[in-house]
Antibody, heavy 118, light 107 residues
């Protein structure tokens, strides 16, 4: 069974940093591109970042470029999101999601809440 | 960036109704469109990909159609578990944008 489990969310002050993790199991992690998607309270879905299976290709939304860094450790079946210079507008539930070969997101984690507030 | 506009944003319907949600892209995206269902407090669930291909395990009352700039998600006969928010997503080019969502509620 495919499982994606996020962790690392919490309350952080504006300007602070946080590192999210996503532990993958039930599939060959190293064969799939992965993504982070966020959802602000009461709002819609916003794609944040993508990383290819071997980390050769990395993409970011303009809203986080230069502040967030996506990475992965295929030996540990884990995906990460390092978030720096956090702002109030980064407050959201952050989901990790797996890409299929056709690019859609077929499996999602349960999400981890990040709250940026003083 | 490619913008996706869903209509309607809110839909009230009854069990057994046939409903259609439309997603319009700001430029052509071929068939690189997916539909997701999200229930409160839960992660999104993939329903349809490549505009019209049903994801494994998704009931056949869900169907998708369209190509280019206009797409539809149809639920042929609403069931109680279908009341949720639905999102379209384009995967033609980065960033992979989502529509604003359609909230489907019980009448």
């Amino acid at each position: 069974e495919v499982q994606l489990v996020e962790s690392g969310g919490g309350l952080v002050k504006p300007g602070g940093s946080l590192r999210l993790s996503c532990a993958a199991s039930g599939f060959t992690f190293s064969s799939y591109s992965m993504n982070w998607v966020r959802q602000a309270p009461g709002k819609g879905l916003e794609w944040v970042s993508s990383i290819s299976s071997s980390s050769s290709y990395i993409y970011y939304a303009d809203s986080v470029k230069g502040r967030f860094t996506i990475s992965r450790d295929n030996a540990k079946n884990s995906l990460y999101l390092q978030m720096n210079s956090l702002r109030a507008e980064d407050t959201a539930v952050y989901y990790c999601a797996r890409n299929t070969a056709m690019s859609e997101f077929d499996y999602w984690g349960q999400g981890t809440l990040v709250t940026v507030s003083s | 960036d490619i913008q996706l506009t869903q209509s309607p944003s809110f839909l009230s319907a009854s069990v057994g109704d046939r409903v259609t949600i439309t997603c319009r892209a700001s430029q052509g995206i071929s068939s690189y469109l997916a539909w997701y269902q999200q229930k409160p407090g839960k992660a999104p669930k993939l329903l349809i990909y490549a505009a019209s291909t049903l994801q494994s395990g998704v009931p056949s009352r869900f169907s998708g159609s369209g190509s280019g700039t206009e797409f539809t998600l149809t639920i042929s006969s609403l069931q109680p578990e279908d009341f949720a928010t639905y999102y379209c997503q384009q995967l033609n080019s980065y960033p992979p944008t989502f529509g604003q969502g359609t909230r489907l509620e019980i009448k």
